[in-house]
């Protein structure tokens, strides 16, 4: 092969994702622990099972037809990480995340 002769690509070291190095790895477990219990808190912070007539997901939302909205615990669901509540009467909708189809199908499992 000649000086000139396109050289064969060289490994590359992996490429770095903010938030996603083995730095990262901890708060990642720590994360999917509370991940686990995270449907069981939610639905307790929406007043329990007896509470919720309907819940499902939508992209990053529950939304959650409730018996009585005012029994909603918005604080403890700020607690468990949720990045927003919207209560119009009983119909309530929780920001969780891109997650939520999962979350709303494992809350709909606790009913």
Do not use: F, Y
């Not at 770095?16 to 990262?24: A, K």
């Not at 912070?45 to 007539?53: K, P, T």
């Not at 209560?87 to 929780?94: A, F, H, R």
């Amino acid at each position: 092969m000649g000086q000139n002769a396109p050289q064969p690509a060289r490994c590359q070291p992996p490429l770095l994702v903010c938030g996603w190095g083995p730095e990262n790895t901890t708060r990642e477990h720590e994360e999917a622990a509370m991940a686990d219990d995270r449907p069981e808190k939610i639905l307790a912070a929406l007043g329990g099972a007896d509470n919720v007539v309907e819940i499902e997901g939508c992209i990053t939302r529950l939304r959650c037809e409730l018996e009585d909205g005012s029994v909603v615990d918005e604080g403890a669901l700020k607690q468990l990480g949720v990045h927003g509540v919207t209560k119009m009467g009983n119909v309530v909708q929780v920001v969780v995340g891109p997650e939520a189809d999962a979350i709303a199908e494992d809350i709909q499992d606790l009913l």
